[in-house]
């Protein structure tokens, strides 16, 4: 189960056996680049406030791609390539951030894309890089001088205080780095600059997409950033409140009872989109309410169980979100629908009774950032303490990782196009922290027209953490992308693969924020054709 939860952290890398990453019709840009390229060392120009202290360039045959670190994964049929590896180091801070990068030998498509990571891990995993060589891009990733998706080795310095360097890089300047650094070395390899620039992501990878557009507007031309881990010094601390809930309340109701929620729940609220498709179309819109199950019984392991009024209170409190004690809400609990296992989970303790297991990547980020304490043992945490320690995250970190400045007036003035999905079912980064930040962007910018020019987002139901990259569907993001930015097609839906609740493929239109869909009345409900996207009803 742990294995499981940690591959759902993947930013666009599933395992191979799943592995959807888009195609974007490469083959529609064409380049100069006809000739095999010659794999030399070339020079780079370091970026401001950095200096290159190596560059490496070697060929490699490309064939099969197995993916590094705890995701693993692999992609097969990549062409022969040319890895360029460039050394930065920010003079007096101590640290080798490294920017790889990928050019196809033949068949460049003239593009190139930079791919963003996953947890505390900034890069990919090698899983992505050569999906895009195989889709004909030049493509660039970096490590920022960080580790692996739960290596946090670097969060402190030798003297116990925040390293503020490495953090910088995780945070904003080595993604921008790697994109000055990327481009140089396709213009040097290749001889022209990529027509056009690209960035893709989620989760981790999301948020740095999101950072691109808000603090470096000009890098790219489009930016795809899928559930985005923005608002990250909130929303790390928000993803605890399951844990804090059932510590508090001494009650951890098992995995089987959590799924009784979960499916009762959505066959509530199922057919509130006019069709019983096992898709709730619209979570956050979902009143179920878990008191209704006080008493019913589920069969676990062999053994009956009754679900108590204790059991639905957590369930309550979880979907609800994190408030303080006086009852002001902080943040978006668990989608309804979701996997409360991601982050209500539970093993058997010592003395046989069930204790909770929190998730690694919010807990690291409470005791390693915030107490500034490896040690720290987040299920002491009380509820008022869950105050001190949000309100104490965001005063100290956002500037520097939040990622919510709603000004995105220079990514509009650049031409940029930011294009999002995010799973409605989305069980470690909740939904509605996407759609609270979208709306601040329209407060900002004049309204949600303007900001459909260049910024557009879809809700993807019954969809998990970044699921619709091949774990729980899919959806070619970078195409419509693509297409918006090269010939001017905004898309008004995107195309998708969903799985519905009884594990079926079916195939749907997502719909662009904040319409849903809604069945027509007639048509066969696995067609998209037989939806429609309508404005959603009010509460």
């Not at 508090?248 to 199922?270: H, Q, R, S």
């Not at 979100?321 to 989970?345: I, Y």
């Not at 320690?389 to 919510?404: C, K, N, P």
């Not at 027509?520 to 409900?525: A, E, F, Q, S, V």
Request: glycine share 12%; with cysteine; aromatic share 8%.
């Amino acid at each position: 189960m742990r294995r499981r939860f940690l591959i759902a952290l993947a930013a666009g890398v599933p395992l191979a056996t799943a592995v959807y990453l888009p195609t974007a019709s490469a083959g529609a840009q064409t380049s100069a680049a006809s000739t095999p390229l010659d794999c030399g060392t070339v020079p780079v120009k370091a970026p401001e406030g950095t200096e290159v202290e190596s560059v490496t360039a070697v060929r490699q045959d490309g064939g099969t791609i197995k993916g590094t670190g705890i995701l693993q994964g692999e992609v097969t049929g990549v062409p022969a390539f040319c890895e360029v590896t460039v050394t930065l180091a920010h003079p007096g801070d101590g640290d080798h951030a490294k920017v790889t990068t990928w050019l196809p030998e033949q068949g460049w498509n003239g593009r190139f894309q930079a791919i963003g990571g996953a947890a505390y891990r900034a890069s990919d995993n090698g899983v992505g890089l050569g999906t895009a060589v195989k889709n004909g891009y030049a493509v660039t990733t970096t490590d920022a001088g960080v580790g692996d998706v739960l290596d946090i080795g670097w969060a402190l310095n030798g003297e116990g205080r925040i390293n503020k360097a490495l953090l910088e890089n995780f945070a904003s300047r080595s993604q921008h780095e790697a994109a000055v650094v990327g481009k140089d070395v396709v213009a040097a390899m290749y001889g022209e600059h990529a027509s056009y620039a690209y960035f893709t992501g989620c989760s981790t990878g999301g948020r740095q997409g999101y950072m691109e557009a808000q603090r470096y507007p000009d890098d790219y031309d489009g930016i795809l950033a899928d559930a985005p881990a923005i608002s990250w010094d909130e929303y790390e601390v928000a993803t605890l409140w399951p844990q804090v809930v059932m510590n508090n309340e001494k009650t951890y109701p098992t995995g089987c009872e959590l799924e009784a929620f979960t499916k009762a729940a959505v066959k509530a609220c199922d057919p509130l989109d006019g069709a019983e498709d096992g898709l709730v179309n619209d979570a956050s819109r979902c009143d179920f309410d878990p008191r209704r199950l006080i008493g019913t019984k589920v069969v676990c392991e062999g053994k009956e169980l009754v679900i108590t009024a204790a059991d639905a209170a957590v369930v309550r409190k979880i979907w609800d979100g994190p408030r303080t004690t006086t009852g002001k809400k902080l943040w978006p609990g668990v989608p309804v629908g979701a996997d409360l296992k991601g982050l209500a989970a539970t093993m058997p303790g010592t003395n046989g009774t069930l204790e909770g297991v929190p998730f690694p990547v919010p807990a690291h980020w409470v005791s390693s950032w915030v107490k500034k304490d490896p040690s720290f043992d987040v299920s002491t945490i009380t509820y008022s303490q869950f105050t001190e320690l949000f309100q104490q995250s965001r005063a100290e970190y956002d500037d520097i990782i939040g990622t919510d400045d709603p000004d995105l007036s220079g990514f509009r003035a650049s031409g940029g196009k930011l294009l999002t999905w995010h799973g409605d079912a989305d069980e470690y980064i909740p939904t509605q922290g996407t759609v609270k930040y979208r709306k601040q962007v329209e407060r900002k910018m004049g309204g949600a027209r303007k900001v459909d020019d260049f910024y557009r987002l879809f809700i993807a139901p019954n969809t998990n953490h970044c699921g619709l990259n091949g774990q729980d569907g899919s959806a070619d993001g970078l195409a419509a992308l693509t297409a918006w930015v090269e010939h001017g097609k905004a898309p008004k839906t995107l195309p998708a693969t969903l799985i519905d609740a009884d594990g079926e493929r079916v195939a749907r239109n997502l719909c662009r924020y904040p319409q849903v869909s809604r069945y027509k009345g007639y048509g066969d409900l696995n067609a998209a054709s037989s939806f429609r996207c309508v404005s959603p009803f009010r509460h």
